[in-house]
T-cell receptor, first 113, second 116 residues
Framework: DAGVIQSPRHEVTEMGQEVTLRCKPISGHDYLFWYRQTMMRGLELLIYFNNNVPIDDSGMPEDRFSAKMPNASFSTLKIQPSEPRDSAVYFC???????????FGSGTRLTVV | AQKITQTQPGMFVQEKEAVTLDCTYDTSDPSYGLFWYKQPSSGEMIFLIYQGSYDQQNATEGRYSLNFQKARKSANLVISASQLGDSAMYFCAMREGDQGAQKLVFGQGTRLTINP
Protein backbone atom coordinates (compact mmCIF):
# COMPACT_ATOMS: atom_id res chain seq x y z
CA ASP A 1 0.00 0.00 0.00
CA ALA A 2 1.28 3.47 -0.87
CA GLY A 3 0.04 4.96 2.38
CA VAL A 4 -1.81 8.25 2.69
CA ILE A 5 -0.90 10.49 -0.22
CA GLN A 6 -1.02 14.26 0.05
CA SER A 7 -0.40 16.88 -2.59
CA PRO A 8 1.24 19.24 -3.02
CA ARG A 9 4.15 18.77 -0.60
CA HIS A 10 4.84 22.50 -0.57
CA GLU A 11 2.65 25.42 -1.49
CA VAL A 12 3.57 29.08 -1.51
CA THR A 13 0.77 31.49 -2.30
CA GLU A 14 -0.09 35.13 -1.96
CA MET A 15 -2.56 36.42 0.56
CA GLY A 16 -6.08 36.38 -0.82
CA GLN A 17 -5.53 33.48 -3.17
CA GLU A 18 -7.47 30.22 -3.01
CA VAL A 19 -5.52 27.17 -1.86
CA THR A 20 -6.60 23.55 -2.32
CA LEU A 21 -4.90 20.70 -0.51
CA ARG A 22 -5.52 17.13 -1.61
CA CYS A 23 -5.52 13.77 0.12
CA LYS A 24 -5.90 10.16 -0.91
CA PRO A 25 -6.46 7.89 2.12
CA ILE A 26 -5.46 4.25 2.42
CA SER A 27 -7.91 2.05 0.56
CA GLY A 28 -10.46 0.54 2.93
CA HIS A 29 -9.96 3.07 5.70
CA ASP A 30 -13.32 4.43 6.82
CA TYR A 31 -12.03 7.51 8.63
CA LEU A 32 -10.21 10.51 7.24
CA PHE A 33 -8.82 13.40 9.27
CA TRP A 34 -7.35 16.81 8.52
CA TYR A 35 -4.89 18.28 11.04
CA ARG A 36 -2.92 21.50 11.11
CA GLN A 37 0.46 21.80 12.83
CA THR A 38 2.00 25.09 13.94
CA MET A 39 4.68 25.93 16.47
CA MET A 40 2.26 27.95 18.56
CA ARG A 41 -0.75 25.64 18.59
CA GLY A 42 0.75 22.22 17.93
CA LEU A 43 -1.37 19.61 16.17
CA GLU A 44 -5.01 20.64 15.84
CA LEU A 45 -7.81 18.53 14.41
CA LEU A 46 -9.70 20.55 11.81
CA ILE A 47 -12.32 18.07 10.59
CA TYR A 48 -12.89 14.38 10.18
CA PHE A 49 -15.01 12.16 7.96
CA ASN A 50 -16.51 8.71 8.43
CA ASN A 51 -17.53 6.91 5.26
CA ASN A 52 -17.21 10.21 3.33
CA VAL A 53 -19.56 12.05 5.70
CA PRO A 54 -18.22 14.97 7.76
CA ILE A 55 -18.65 14.06 11.43
CA ASP A 56 -16.97 16.87 13.34
CA ASP A 57 -15.84 20.17 11.85
CA SER A 58 -15.62 22.07 15.12
CA GLY A 59 -11.91 22.60 14.60
CA MET A 60 -12.28 24.44 11.32
CA PRO A 61 -11.02 27.94 12.12
CA GLU A 62 -13.56 29.96 10.17
CA ASP A 63 -15.68 30.09 7.06
CA ARG A 64 -12.65 30.55 4.89
CA PHE A 65 -11.90 26.86 5.42
CA SER A 66 -13.93 24.10 3.79
CA ALA A 67 -13.39 20.38 3.33
CA LYS A 68 -15.01 17.81 1.10
CA MET A 69 -14.83 14.08 0.57
CA PRO A 70 -16.67 13.30 -2.66
CA ASN A 71 -15.69 9.62 -2.56
CA ALA A 72 -13.81 7.12 -0.43
CA SER A 73 -10.49 7.75 -2.13
CA PHE A 74 -10.26 11.54 -2.22
CA SER A 75 -10.61 14.55 0.02
CA THR A 76 -9.81 18.25 -0.33
CA LEU A 77 -9.21 21.06 2.13
CA LYS A 78 -9.78 24.49 0.66
CA ILE A 79 -8.84 27.88 2.04
CA GLN A 80 -10.41 30.89 0.38
CA PRO A 81 -9.17 33.57 0.74
CA SER A 82 -5.85 32.56 2.31
CA GLU A 83 -4.13 34.68 4.97
CA PRO A 84 -0.55 34.67 6.32
CA ARG A 85 -1.77 33.18 9.61
CA ASP A 86 -2.87 30.09 7.70
CA SER A 87 0.79 29.22 7.14
CA ALA A 88 1.30 25.77 8.67
CA VAL A 89 1.83 22.12 7.86
CA TYR A 90 -1.46 20.44 7.00
CA PHE A 91 -1.67 16.71 7.57
CA CYS A 92 -4.20 14.25 6.28
CA UNK A 93 -4.57 10.93 8.10
CA UNK A 94 -6.77 7.87 7.80
CA UNK A 95 -7.68 4.93 10.01
CA UNK A 96 -9.53 1.67 9.64
CA UNK A 97 -11.63 1.85 12.77
CA UNK A 98 -11.75 3.45 16.19
CA UNK A 99 -9.05 1.27 17.76
CA UNK A 100 -6.57 1.56 14.95
CA UNK A 101 -3.88 4.21 14.95
CA UNK A 102 -3.98 6.92 12.35
CA UNK A 103 -1.70 6.67 9.34
CA PHE A 104 -0.53 10.13 8.40
CA GLY A 105 0.40 11.52 5.04
CA SER A 106 3.66 13.39 4.54
CA GLY A 107 1.92 16.73 5.00
CA THR A 108 1.61 19.89 2.93
CA ARG A 109 3.70 22.84 4.03
CA LEU A 110 1.68 25.94 3.24
CA THR A 111 3.23 29.39 3.20
CA VAL A 112 1.00 32.40 2.63
CA VAL A 113 2.93 35.60 1.89
CA ALA B 1 -7.90 22.09 30.69
CA GLN B 2 -5.20 20.29 28.77
CA LYS B 3 -6.21 16.78 27.81
CA ILE B 4 -2.63 15.66 27.21
CA THR B 5 0.37 17.13 29.02
CA GLN B 6 3.97 16.53 28.07
CA THR B 7 6.09 18.39 30.58
CA GLN B 8 9.48 17.91 28.93
CA PRO B 9 9.95 20.32 26.00
CA GLY B 10 13.39 18.85 25.32
CA MET B 11 15.55 15.96 26.45
CA PHE B 12 19.18 15.09 25.81
CA VAL B 13 20.33 11.50 26.24
CA GLN B 14 23.53 9.61 25.55
CA GLU B 15 23.40 6.93 22.88
CA LYS B 16 22.57 3.43 24.21
CA GLU B 17 20.94 4.78 27.35
CA ALA B 18 17.28 4.21 28.09
CA VAL B 19 15.00 7.23 28.02
CA THR B 20 11.56 7.91 29.47
CA LEU B 21 9.27 10.50 27.91
CA ASP B 22 6.49 11.68 30.20
CA CYS B 23 2.81 11.96 29.35
CA THR B 24 -0.14 12.61 31.60
CA TYR B 25 -3.73 12.76 30.46
CA ASP B 26 -7.07 13.99 31.68
CA THR B 27 -10.32 12.19 31.02
CA SER B 28 -13.41 11.07 32.88
CA ASP B 29 -14.30 8.51 30.25
CA PRO B 30 -13.52 4.92 31.31
CA SER B 31 -12.83 3.92 27.70
CA TYR B 32 -9.91 5.58 25.97
CA GLY B 33 -6.80 4.86 23.98
CA LEU B 34 -3.34 6.32 24.26
CA PHE B 35 -0.92 6.62 21.35
CA TRP B 36 2.67 7.70 20.83
CA TYR B 37 3.94 9.13 17.56
CA LYS B 38 7.42 10.05 16.41
CA GLN B 39 8.09 13.00 14.12
CA PRO B 40 11.65 13.11 12.76
CA SER B 41 13.08 16.24 11.18
CA SER B 42 11.73 15.12 7.80
CA GLY B 43 8.26 15.86 9.17
CA GLU B 44 6.28 12.66 8.81
CA MET B 45 4.25 11.29 11.72
CA ILE B 46 5.16 7.71 12.60
CA PHE B 47 2.97 5.59 14.89
CA LEU B 48 4.96 3.85 17.64
CA ILE B 49 2.72 2.23 20.22
CA TYR B 50 -0.86 2.00 21.51
CA GLN B 51 -2.34 1.35 24.97
CA GLY B 52 -6.04 0.81 25.57
CA SER B 53 -7.57 1.79 28.90
CA TYR B 54 -8.80 -1.74 29.50
CA ASP B 55 -5.59 -3.45 28.50
CA GLN B 56 -4.23 -5.50 31.38
CA GLN B 57 -0.61 -5.41 30.30
CA ASN B 58 1.65 -2.54 29.37
CA ALA B 59 2.13 -2.31 25.63
CA THR B 60 5.49 -3.15 24.07
CA GLU B 61 6.77 -2.81 20.51
CA GLY B 62 10.39 -3.71 20.02
CA ARG B 63 12.52 -1.11 21.85
CA TYR B 64 9.40 0.87 22.79
CA SER B 65 7.32 0.18 25.85
CA LEU B 66 4.60 2.10 27.57
CA ASN B 67 4.62 2.56 31.33
CA PHE B 68 0.88 2.82 31.87
CA GLN B 69 -0.20 3.92 35.36
CA LYS B 70 -3.95 4.28 35.18
CA ALA B 71 -4.51 5.64 38.68
CA ARG B 72 -1.97 8.38 38.05
CA LYS B 73 -3.27 8.95 34.52
CA SER B 74 0.17 8.65 33.06
CA ALA B 75 1.40 6.85 29.95
CA ASN B 76 5.13 7.32 29.71
CA LEU B 77 7.05 6.09 26.69
CA VAL B 78 10.23 4.16 27.42
CA ILE B 79 12.83 3.74 24.70
CA SER B 80 15.49 1.18 25.53
CA ALA B 81 19.03 1.28 24.15
CA SER B 82 18.58 4.62 22.41
CA GLN B 83 20.03 5.16 18.95
CA LEU B 84 21.00 8.28 17.04
CA GLY B 85 18.01 7.71 14.78
CA ASP B 86 15.70 8.13 17.76
CA SER B 87 16.36 11.89 17.71
CA ALA B 88 12.96 13.40 16.89
CA MET B 89 9.83 15.01 18.30
CA TYR B 90 7.62 12.61 20.21
CA PHE B 91 3.91 13.17 20.66
CA CYS B 92 1.53 11.55 23.11
CA ALA B 93 -2.11 11.46 22.04
CA MET B 94 -5.45 10.28 23.40
CA ARG B 95 -8.72 9.14 21.90
CA GLU B 96 -11.68 9.13 24.29
CA GLY B 97 -14.84 7.09 24.23
CA ASP B 98 -15.99 4.08 22.29
CA GLN B 99 -16.58 3.41 18.65
CA GLY B 100 -18.30 6.65 17.93
CA ALA B 101 -15.45 8.82 19.15
CA GLN B 102 -12.55 9.31 16.82
CA LYS B 103 -10.80 12.53 17.71
CA LEU B 104 -7.15 12.10 18.54
CA VAL B 105 -5.91 14.91 20.79
CA PHE B 106 -2.17 15.51 20.87
CA GLY B 107 0.17 16.88 23.48
CA GLN B 108 2.70 19.59 22.69
CA GLY B 109 5.50 17.11 22.19
CA THR B 110 8.99 16.42 23.53
CA ARG B 111 12.07 16.97 21.41
CA LEU B 112 14.51 14.12 22.07
CA THR B 113 18.15 14.47 21.10
CA ILE B 114 20.45 11.45 21.26
CA ASN B 115 24.10 12.36 21.67
CA PRO B 116 26.86 10.05 20.35
Amino acid sequence: DAGVIQSPRHEVTEMGQEVTLRCKPISGHDYLFWYRQTMMRGLELLIYFNNNVPIDDSGMPEDRFSAKMPNASFSTLKIQPSEPRDSAVYFCASSLNYRDPYTFGSGTRLTVV
Amino acid sequence: AQKITQTQPGMFVQEKEAVTLDCTYDTSDPSYGLFWYKQPSSGEMIFLIYQGSYDQQNATEGRYSLNFQKARKSANLVISASQLGDSAMYFCAMREGDQGAQKLVFGQGTRLTINP
